[in-house]
């Protein structure tokens, strides 16, 4: 009952950050959704793209409002440490979203099953899911599949770096663990689900380290033991399962990292560590650590989304 009574305790602690944040916030849970005015040429709303009757599996297309044949694609992720299964609609529309659609990408706002439907990897199965619906869908929403990125903030930011960092591998062995990659969710198992690029907003990339800087305490189980049923000190393996920055390597596509010095959900050290690594790997990177910087609070300057901007184009965004 007390590990029970701890867990809620840290979904409403966070949640209560949700509520807090602007532009975006925590990537928030769907009763603390924020209206952002974007401006597009069209829209669709609860698309299923795995095929069944799933609420958590719809996501929402929005289309630049400069009409033209076909769209660079971002996929964007909402953060929710991995709580919340239906918060498409807050995925920092208003920020993120919104300069992607001025700078003429296509934007994807999936849905996703949350650490209380399915344990891990079935969120990553999901976004492998989205990428390949992207390409079997291409003609319909007017995709250009030869770009396809994934952005995510928080937890979103976590399955935007993984998809990237294990992008082109189906399975792989993590210590005593067999881990499936890429999941049979959908109607398009037989399209690709490689991403040209990413973006990484304040995600927590090695959940093996979640102590290497000062942050807030989420009680006797974190998001992260959750969403693996597990405990860092009984089972490490799955810990490294999680984590991006045990998949990194030369092969791996562009990535870009914002993070806040002062994030006292996740802590700096986590973008710091990743950066570090792809850059040592020779993986095309950059990276914006703001000093100031909160957990999404002071992150979403027009100088940052820009960067943002400006990456993806040179990837290969702008052709």
Request: charged share 20%; with cysteine; hydrophobic share 35%.
């Amino acid at each position: 009952m007390k590990k029970k009574l701890s867990s809620v305790l840290s979904m409403l602690c966070l949640a209560t950050m949700a509520v807090a944040q602007p532009g975006g916030g925590f990537g928030g849970f769907g009763g603390f959704q924020q209206q952002a005015a974007l401006e597009t040429s069209q829209e669709w709303k609860d698309v299923n793209y795995a095929g069944d009757d799933q609420a958590f599996h719809t996501c929402d297309i929005y289309l630049p409002k400069q009409a033209k044949a076909a769209y660079p694609v971002v996929i964007h992720i909402y953060g929710s440490a991995w709580f919340s299964n239906s918060s498409k609609g807050a995925a920092d529309l208003g920020t993120i979203v919104k300069a992607l659609l001025n700078a003429g990408y296509a934007v994807v706002c999936p849905n996703h099953r949350s650490s209380i439907d399915a344990k891990w990897p079935a969120q990553l199965h999901d976004i492998r899911a989205v990428i390949r619906f992207v390409r079997g869908e291409a003609a319909k929403y007017r995709f250009d599949t030869s770009f396809i990125a994934t952005s995510g903030f928080s937890s979103g930011g976590h399955l935007s770096s993984i998809a990237a960092t294990t992008s082109g591998q189906k399975q792989a062995t993590v210590g005593s663990i067999d881990i499936d990659l890429e999941g049979s969710v959908g109607n398009y198992c037989n399209e690709l689900s490689t991403v040209n690029a990413a973006c990484d907003w304040s995600g927590p990339v090695d959940l093996t380290a979640m102590d290497c800087g000062d942050h807030m305490q989420m009680g006797e189980k974190s998001p992260e033991d959750i969403l693996l049923n597990a405990s860092l000190a009984e089972e490490p393996d799955k810990y490294l399962s999680l984590s991006a920055t045990n998949y990194v390597d030369k092969n791996d596509p562009p990535i870009i990292i914002f993070h806040g010095e002062k994030d006292n959900v996740v802590p700096c050290c986590q973008g710091k560590k990743f950066y570090e690594l792809l850059k040592a790997a020779g993986v095309k990177t950059e990276a914006t650590f703001v000093p100031e910087g909160g957990h999404g609070m002071g992150m979403y300057s027009e100088d940052n989304l820009q960067k943002m901007v400006g990456f993806l184009n040179e990837a290969g965004g702008k052709k």
